[in-house]
């Protein structure tokens, strides 16, 4: 069973830069990739970024490259995003997820963390 669990979120200032993690156990071959979403209140599920474990090639959502750098360690199992210049419209909680497959409909991927609330304050 693949576990998720992010950590790093939490109240920042406008324009501040914020890492959130994930570490993932668990996991076998068949999730060969790792994605961030984020969920804002009132609004849908979104797609930020992902990352394959092999080879580290990545996939960003709509506006999402050039503030969000996704990243990850093989060997911690590890992935993080780096958020930079942060406003209020990224209050939202983060999650992770991992699949087979990097794709921007959440409906893809296989496992969830629980989430972690990033809150950026004017």
């Known amino acids: 069973q693949v576990q998720l669990v992010e950590s790093g979120g939490r109240l920042v200032q406008t324009g501040d830069p914020l890492r959130l993690s994930c570490v993932a156990s668990g996991r076998t071959l068949n999730e060969a990739a790792m994605g961030w979403f984020r969920q804002a209140p009132g609004k849908e599920r979104e797609f930020v970024a992902a990352?394959?474990?092999?080879?580290?090639?990545?996939l960003y959502g709509e506006s999402m490259e050039g503030r969000f750098t996704i990243s990850r360690d093989n060997a911690k199992n590890t992935v993080w995003l780096q958020m930079n210049s942060l406003k209020s419209e990224d209050t939202a909680v983060y999650s992770c997820?991992?699949?087979?497959?990097?794709?921007?409909?959440?409906?893809?991927?296989?496992?969830w963390g629980q989430g972690t609330q990033v809150t950026v304050s004017s």
């Open positions: 997820a991992a699949g087979s497959y990097m794709r921007r409909d959440p409906a893809s991927w296989d496992y």
């Open positions: 990352i394959r474990w092999i080879g580290g090639r990545t």
